[in-house]
């Protein structure tokens, strides 16, 4: 249930064990979350959660590999960079947590790595971390997934998941039914709308821009900065994000958000000012109450989860297909993801 990027590659893992899978999508794959993320392949920020970390780490290690695998069956080229980042902390900012020694050296002077980048206050970090294109990504995920024979169904909303015996007998949506002894909920922010086993997902709203500068070359590195993160793309675009709202499941843009976050790219950046911002959009991000993301089995025999990834979709992809494959097909995982157990969520 859920044709996001976790759905898509969680499929490719499981036919590739043999198991025949049909993918369920409300809408048209890959257009939710992962249509509307930047692509940071950060496993290490300030934000991310120390029980995350070192599955976080794994995923970013896999991305190379992962990405070859896809760009080999799909023929799309997903714009994997790993130029590295630039983390600019608040001058105030002390964090002793390995990966943030702000008296570590910089590979180069600053203005010899970004030339248009202003004078930022605060200490500069930099991060061997890598980047993707998520629309490229899903893209290449979708062609790989029909070229394996994934049976894939768009525009059906799945309304409950259906029992026999108490264990998984398959699922209901607002068209027909789907007889299966495994169903794997991967519908990100609606992943607890299901009557059975509900969980506590919910939409946390993220507002993005991308610009398009004259020359492709005005970043390299992605910027990371306390108002506004920047992420360069292959082809000259510039992403600028974001914010992080409550806001149900509204994902209407608001024009004096988009300025202020386009006002910060330029203080940083100054020859964005004349850069022309190409679209702006708004995603939801599947956020949970302890901001971990829920892997594993449920109570109900044949019913399995995968979301709740909130702002690491992108970056944990590769694990999660990984690491659920094994779980789903009964063999010991490689990863230890008991800390993400939907299990508890339940009394």
Known sequence: MGGGIIGLTLSIALHKRGVRVLVVERGEPGREASHAAAGMLADCTVETPIALQSLATASARMYPEFVHELQDESGTNVDLRDDGTLLFLPPEYACTRPGFEVENPLPAPLAELESALADLKGPAIYRKERSVDPRALVAAALKAAKHRGVDISSGATVTDVLLADGRVAGIRTDRTHYSAPCVVNCAGAWAGSFSTQRFPTRPVKGQMLAVACARHNVLRHVIRAP????????????????TLEEAGYDKRTDADTIHRMHRAAIRMVPPLGQARI??????????????????????????????????????????????????????????????????????
């Not at 956020?287 to 109570?299: C, E, F, H, K, R």
């Not at 590769?318 to 009964?330: D, L, N």
């Open 227 to 242: 108002e506004v993160y920047l992420v360069p793309r292959s082809d000259g675009r510039i992403l600028i994000g974001s």
């Open 278 to 347: 190409l679209e702006a959009w708004a995603g939801l991000r599947p956020g949970t109450p302890d901001d971990l993301p829920i892997l594993g089995a449920t109570s109900t025999p044949g019913y399995f989860v995968a979301t709740g990834h909130f702002r690491d979709g992108i970056l944990l992809t590769p694990v999660t297909a990984h690491t659920m494959a094994q779980v789903i097909t009964g063999m010991q995982p490689d990863y230890d993801i008991s800390a993400f157990s939907p299990m508890r969520f339940q009394s």
